[in-house]
Nanobody
Framework: QVPLVESGGGSVQAGWSLNLSCIVSGFADTRACLGWFRQAPGKEREVVAVINDRGNVGYEDSAKARFTISKDKDKNIMSLQMNSLEVDDSAMYYC??????????????????WGRGTQVTVST
């Protein structure tokens, strides 16, 4: 059973919106911090947004005004609503869960469980 499965990526025009979803299952640490990260070709993986078990959220600067992270504990789904997409948002987007004992982080190295990714491509 794959613990994190992303969906919702696609190819859109600048200014459009996408909603990414991540089904969270198969691991016992219900207090794990969850996050969305992205990686464009030739660039390092970077944080987009994170959310902890208390609902506290954090965003990368360019995402603050345009993206919203949320999670539905009953359905075990984490989402990322992305509005006003820009060409620079194009990347593979990954859902991730923090390593055991980490309750809050925005560093990729603190996340130990990763999904396979969903591609987002934004064109002019």
């Amino acid at each position: 059973q794959v613990p994190l499965v992303e969906s919702g990526g696609g190819s859109v025009q600048a200014g459009w919106s996408l909603n990414l979803s991540c089904i969270v299952s198969g691991f016992a640490d219900t207090r794990a911090c969850l996050g969305w990260f992205r990686q464009a070709p030739g660039k390092e993986r970077e944080v987009v947004a994170v959310i902890n078990d208390r609902g506290n959220v954090g965003y990368e600067d360019s995402a603050k005004a345009r993206f919203t992270i949320s999670k539905d504990k009953d359905k075990n789904i984490m989402s990322l609503q992305m509005n006003s997409l820009e060409v620079d948002d194009s990347a593979m987007y990954y859902c991730a869960a923090s390593r055991k004992g980490v309750r809050w982080s925005m560093r990729a190295t603190d996340f130990g469980i990763w999904g396979r990714g969903t591609q987002v491509t934004v064109s002019t």
